[in-house]
C-alpha cells in the first residue's frame, strides 16, 4: 500500500488539530484526536467517551490515513506523484473515499486532464452542512496548492563530490609538518 508523505500527514494534523477529548466539529459529529469519527473496529467516537493520549491520536490518524490511501489506489487509473498522492489524501480524510469516488476532480484526473484544471476542484470542496466555512477554504487551498508541487528529485550529477578523506588530510598534515621540521 502506498504511504502518504510527510507533507500529506502534517496538512491533516495542521487543519484538524489534536483534540484528546470529544467534541463536536463543525457539523456536529463526535470527533476526537486528529478528526477521527470512529474507531479502528467502526464503532463511532461519543461524546461520552474518555480522553485519548497523543500516541493514540496518531494511531488513529494512521489507521483512517491507510484506509483512505488503500481507496484512493483502487480509485486512481493515472500515475501520480508523492504530492498528489497526499493531496487527495488529505482530502479524502476530510470528506470521505465515497465523495471523492464521485468527484469531478477524480473524473478530470482519470482522464489525464491538465493538473492545474485538476487542481482547481479542491477549491469547490470549501463548505459543510451547506456552509462555506473558512477553514475549509484554507484547507483545499492547501489540498491544491501540495497537489501542484512538483517532487523535487535529487541528481547525483549535480552534488559536489566528496572532500579528501581523513586519511589524506592526516598525511597532508604530516608531510607539512615535516616539511616545517626541516627548515
Known sequence: MRK??????????GFEGL????????????????????????????????????????ELLQFEINKKSSAIESLIKVP????????LASFSYNVGSGALGGSTLLKLLNAGTDRTAVADQFLRWDKAGGQQLPGL??????????????????????LLPDG?????????????EDEIMKK
Open 80 to 87: 501520480i506523484n508523492d504530492n498528489e498522492f497526499a493531496a
Open 164 to 176: 579528501p578523506s581523513e586519511d589524506d588530510i592526516n598525511n597532508k598534515l604530516k608531510d607539512l
Open 4 to 13: 502518504v508523505n510527510k507533507a500529506g500527514i502534517d496538512l491533516v494534523k
Open 137 to 158: 477554504t484554507r484547507r483545499r487551498q492547501a489540498e491544491r496548492s501540495l497537489f501542484l508541487q512538483p517532487m523535487v528529485e535529487s541528481n547525483t550529477d549535480t
Open 19 to 58: 483534540f484528546l477529548k470529544p467534541y463536536l466539529d463543525p457539523i456536529k459529529i463526535p470527533t476526537i484526536g486528529y478528526g477521527t469519527i470512529q474507531y479502528e473496529d467502526g464503532t463511532k467516537v461519543s461524546m461520552q467517551d474518555p480522553a485519548i493520549s497523543e500516541e493514540r491520536a496518531v
